[in-house]
């Protein structure tokens, strides 16, 4: 199961457990869609390759619509 590491004032670390799953590009273009937001760019990775359906991770950048 991931964990979320919370780090205290006083400089201590709670490991918490967390749920995740995986969104599809889509998925997440609708979210952003109702919420305002328009996809300004997508790209394969952070050093920009173009994005291909045979991409593995994606990089994308919303801005308010």
Do not use: C, I
Not at 15 to 21: G, V
Not at 24 to 45: F, I, K, N, Q, S
């Amino acid at each position: 199961m991931p964990r979320a590491v919370n780090f205290a004032a006083d400089g201590t670390a709670k490991l918490r457990p967390t749920a995740s799953r995986y969104a599809w590009p889509a998925e997440l273009d609708l979210m952003a869609r109702v919420t305002g937001l328009r996809l300004r760019d997508r790209w394969a990775g952070w050093d920009r390759r173009p994005f291909t359906a045979e991409s593995p991770q994606h990089v994308s950048v919303y801005e308010k619509a």
